[in-house]
Structures are given as C-alpha cells and as structure tokens.
C-alpha cells in the first residue's frame, strides 16, 4: 500500500503507468478505484500525523512560504506550502488572502516568514505580528524584467544585484555598522527619480515598503535571503497538478495535502518515505 502511496505522491507517477509497474513487474492487478482508495486509506491513517506537522509549522521560528493555482472539481482554488528545513506542509483552499496563512500560524510574534513580495504577506504581517523576510531571487528577476522594459530600470538592477552579493558576502554575520552600509545603498535607490510609473512602484515596493524586510538574513543564520525552499516544494505540487489537473473533489484535495506534505517532511528529514510512512502508522497503533 505504501509503495503505491509513493508511486502516486512521492513520484507523481499517473495512475496508469502505476498499475502497469506493478502488472509487468510484480504481476499483480489492481484497478484505478483500488489506487483511489488505498490513497484515501493512508491519507487517514496520517489525520493525526498532519496535524502535529500543523503544530511544528506554527511553533517553528523561521518558515518559508508560497502558493500556487489549484483546481478543485474544475474550480480555482490555491495551494499553499509552508515549510522549513525539517517539515513541509500543504493547504488546499478556495482563497489566496492573507486568511489562510493566518489561520494555520496564529500569534507569530518573534516569528519570521520568508516570502515573495505578494501584497497578501503585508497583511500576514499585520494580523500574525510576524516579521518578514523578502526573497531576493524575486526581487532581482523582478528588477531584471523590469529592466527588459525600461532602459531607466537596468541601473536599479544593477545596484540591486549589487547589494544582495555584498549582502550574502557578510555570511549571516554582519555586523549593525554593514547593515546600515546596505541600508544606505537601498535608500539612495530610494531616492532616486524614474519617469515611468511602473518603475517607480516597484522602487517604493522593494526599498521604501519592505526596507526593513530586506537584511535579517544578514544576521541570523536560520534566514535564508531566498525562498527557494518553498519553490522546490511548490514545484512538486506543479509536477502532480500537471498530470492530474488538480484534484476531482475537496476529499481529494484533503488527501493529497496530507499525503504530499508526509511524504516531502520525510525526504526534508532525510529518512526513506515508505520506511517512514510505516513508522508512522505504527506509531499510530501503539
């Protein structure tokens, strides 16, 4: 059972191509309900387990987060990730507002979620009291686009790109005297003038609005100045959403964020999933 759980979520294997594995390779015949139900089984069986991934996710200082279009029955919905270096979480819901976030996190204060600079983040912030970290791969592929379209924007990247090197150079040890180094340079971009409005919105987005959310990275060696862990997660989900175009029900989507977030906490914590899956349910009984 857990090995099919694998095939399906661990590899994102389409159902087809797993009931013909184990036809040509273990000669046994199992029809695509059987899958569909053994996956709704194991999915139960981890209820527990996934909610005590919720409890580490809240408690966790550091966390990074993303989201990524879902289809539920043929209608929009949104996949979320939060995760850290040890556990990874998935949410399916109908909405992309900041209330999503929220409701799993509660009181973040101390706290810090690493993100890209969608709006929704700014009010996470105010209703969890969470401080922000803006992921700077974002930022310069932003500015490097931007730059694409406006000739004036190509010496915004430039310094950008400029000051995330410097940045990352301090190894999460600058010191206060180099982070204010870098905050000059991010004000005198600030201060700067621009004839296109577009290039001026993402101007007082990165260096006037999120200022304070560019550098904590420099001094704390749990921040990462990049939110490319929860890319590498979203982008699991994007393989299984191509080959599934979603989930036909909100059972199935419930299913699938259990499974899919058991599944990738395993492979953070370096352990064997189907090994791991076992464990789990073991544990359940005892």
């Excluded at 199992?30 to 194991?42: A, D, F, H, N």
């Excluded at 991934?53 to 879902?70: F, M, N, P, S, Y």
């Excluded at 950008?160 to 971009?189: G, M, V």
């Excluded at 296109?196 to 990462?224: A, G, M, W, Y």
């Amino acid at each position: 059972m857990l090995f099919i759980v694998f095939l399906k979520i661990g590899l994102a294997l389409p159902v087809e191509k797993i009931t013909f594995l184990l036809k040509t390779q273990y000669n046994l015949k199992i029809s695509k309900g059987e899958i569909i139900k053994i996956l709704k089984q194991v999915a139960k069986a981890f209820g527990p387990y996934y909610k005590e991934l919720k409890h580490k996710i809240k408690e966790a200082r550091v966390k990074h987060i993303d989201e990524t279009g879902w289809r539920i029955d043929g209608k929009n919905h949104w996949l979320w990730v939060l995760i850290n270096k040890e556990v990874a979480l998935y949410i399916i819901r109908k909405k992309r507002n900041y209330e999503v976030p929220a409701k799993v996190l509660g009181n973040q204060k101390g706290k810090v979620v690493i993100s890209d600079r969608l709006f929704t983040y700014n009010h996470l912030e105010k209703h969890t009291g969470c401080l922000q970290q803006k992921c700077w791969i974002h930022i310069l592929r932003d500015s490097k686009d931007l730059a694409k379209h406006y000739k004036e924007a190509k010496v915004i990247h430039r310094r950008l790109k400029s000051i995330y090197k410097q940045a990352k150079s301090y190894n999460h040890k600058a010191t206060d005297e180099e982070l204010n180094k870098l905050l000059k340079r991010i004000d005198k971009i600030a201060k700067m003038k621009f004839k296109h409005s577009e290039v001026r919105k993402f101007v007082k987005s990165v260096c006037i609005r999120h200022r304070e959310n560019l550098f904590r990275f420099t001094q704390d060696p749990e921040i990462d100045g990049d939110n490319n862990l929860a890319e590498r997660a979203i982008r699991k989900a994007v393989i299984i959403r191509k080959i599934s175009n979603g989930s036909r029900s909100k059972n199935g989507a419930k299913f699938l964020e259990i499974l899919l977030s058991v599944i990738e906490t395993l492979k953070l914590q370096g352990i064997n999933p189907i090994e791991g899956m076992k464990n789990i349910i073991e544990a359940s009984y005892e």
